[in-house]
């Protein structure tokens, strides 16, 4: 798949990925941008993916589901701290390996395209661990796959990649919830910083994202 993505989206990469284990975290605007990245950057990328990509029914949930897996995507629960531990578990076994995993702060898409507030599981995975957490700003993935239109169109992606986050205030902090808070804040922070987008101080609503998968 990795031609057709880059045939839509025309990706400019801006910067590197350092070497070693990495929690790569970028914004989250499309469903494709999972996509995006995993075709224009260097190193295999592991995702967390909600459960219902991998247990929902129908042909297109089934044959994502099984991208999902062959592709080593890891099942994570949405559902509370406690439930999505195992997934986070693996994450760490990731990047103990030296891999790299991806994950989305926001821990769903943008509804209306603005930054919203992030969730602290990357920080509760990355504190206290040998890796660097390296934030990603994702700009124009809505014009090849824009809400609300059916099918592609051709655009222009860029992939920001910034520098990887100053951990050591929080290292020897952990595990501190206050910290994960703090970490996380200023991971946001550096994401808004490359994409430009207005942030949010606050986690998407039920509403809105009912309204974003309507679209």
């Known amino acids: 798949m990795g031609p057709v993505i880059r045939w839509f989206a025309r990706t400019r990469v801006i910067g590197e990925l350092p070497e070693g284990p990495i929690v790569v975290a970028p914004n989250h605007l499309t469903e494709i941008d999972s996509l995006v990245l995993?075709?224009?950057l260097p190193r295999r990328l592991t995702f967390v993916a909600k459960n219902e990509y991998f247990a929902r029914g129908g042909a297109g949930a089934w044959l994502y589901g099984n991208l999902c897996r062959l592709t080593g995507q890891i099942p994570i629960s949405r559902d509370g701290a406690e439930s999505a531990e195992a997934a986070l578990n693996a994450a760490a076994g990731i990047l103990r390996s030296g891999g790299v995993w991806a994950i989305y702060p926001e821990g769903t898409r943008s509804p209306d395209g603005r930054l919203f507030r992030g969730r602290t599981g990357a920080m509760r995975v990355a504190l206290g661990k040998p890796c660097s957490v390296v934030p990603v700003g994702i700009v124009g993935t809505r014009s090849v796959n824009r809400p609300g239109r059916r099918g592609w169109r051709r655009g222009v992606v860029e992939i920001r990649i910034g520098s990887p986050i100053d951990l050591t205030e929080w290292t020897?902090?952990?595990p501190d919830p206050q910290a994960?808070?703090?970490a996380t804040d200023q991971l946001m922070s550096a994401i808004q910083r490359l994409t430009?987008?207005?942030?949010?101080?606050?986690?998407?609503t039920a509403a809105e994202r009912v309204i974003r998968d309507a679209a």
């Open 38 to 40: 995993c075709a224009s």
């Open 172 to 174: 020897a902090r952990t």
């Open 180 to 182: 994960w808070r703090a």
């Open 196 to 204: 430009g987008q207005e942030y949010v101080d606050r986690y998407p």
